[in-house]
């Protein structure tokens, strides 16, 4: 089944993700879990099974299963989590925050592998990355930062060792 996952951003109190089949008008099933406004989503594959992630003011990311329709793990974050990015090369999810703080979660286990402060750039507003690369461009208010990440991120709770540069 092929589906589009809907998430009215304009909406003052989205708290429900919406999943739609492809050629229906009317939304297939919601995903319910959120306490506050839905902000972000992405997908992440792990073997061959592959989730949605959702991030939220509520200071949560969940992740979902489409095929029971369900939240199988909820990440939790330091403050309100603005955009959230499955790496396509590393088994990473980089969540963004209200407070300038990015997590590294492990995208097999779903258990949290560093926690990087930005400093006084701004709430994290966007994520990116280069297909093939190691490198992530994380978008704040005032700065912009391109980092690498290396499979070896574990271990070490914090730091800015692996930061490539800043851009203002």
């Given at each position: 089944?092929?589906?589009?996952?809907?998430?009215?951003?304009?909406?003052?109190?989205?708290?429900?993700?919406?999943?739609?089949?492809?050629?229906?008008?009317?939304?297939?099933?919601?995903?319910?879990?959120?306490?506050?406004?839905?902000?972000?989503?992405?997908?992440?594959?792990?073997?061959?099974?592959?989730?949605?992630?959702?991030?939220?003011?509520?200071?949560?990311?969940?992740?979902?299963?489409?095929?029971?329709?369900?939240c199988i793990c909820t990440l939790e974050a330091m403050s309100p989590v603005h955009c959230v990015l499955a790496h396509p090369n590393l088994p990473v999810i980089i969540t963004g925050t209200e407070h300038g703080i990015i997590h590294l979660w492990?995208?097999?286990?779903?258990?949290?592998?560093?926690?990087?402060?930005?400093?006084?750039?701004?709430?994290?507003?966007?994520?990116?990355?280069?297909?093939?690369?190691?490198?992530?461009?994380?978008?704040?208010?005032?700065?912009?930062?391109?980092?690498?990440?290396?499979?070896?991120?574990?271990?070490?709770?914090?730091?800015?060792?692996?930061?490539?540069?800043?851009?203002?």
């Amino acid at each position: 089944m092929k589906v589009i996952v809907l998430l009215d951003l304009e909406a003052l109190y989205v708290l429900v993700v919406q999943v739609w089949r492809l050629d229906s008008s009317d939304p297939e099933y919601s995903l319910i879990g959120h306490l506050k406004k839905v902000t972000c989503l992405d997908f992440v594959t792990c073997g061959d099974q592959q989730y949605l992630i959702s991030g939220s003011y509520d200071s949560t990311v969940k992740i979902w299963d489409l095929q029971k329709r369900e939240c199988i793990c909820t990440l939790e974050a330091m403050s309100p989590v603005h955009c959230v990015l499955a790496h396509p090369n590393l088994p990473v999810i980089i969540t963004g925050t209200e407070h300038g703080i990015i997590h590294l979660w492990n995208s097999t286990d779903f258990r949290l592998k560093r926690t990087i402060s930005l400093g006084g750039g701004g709430p994290v507003i966007t994520l990116g990355c280069l297909m093939g690369s190691p490198r992530v461009v994380i978008g704040q208010e005032n700065a912009f930062f391109a980092m690498d990440i290396h499979d070896d991120w574990g271990g070490q709770p914090q730091g800015r060792d692996n930061f490539i540069g800043k851009f203002q």
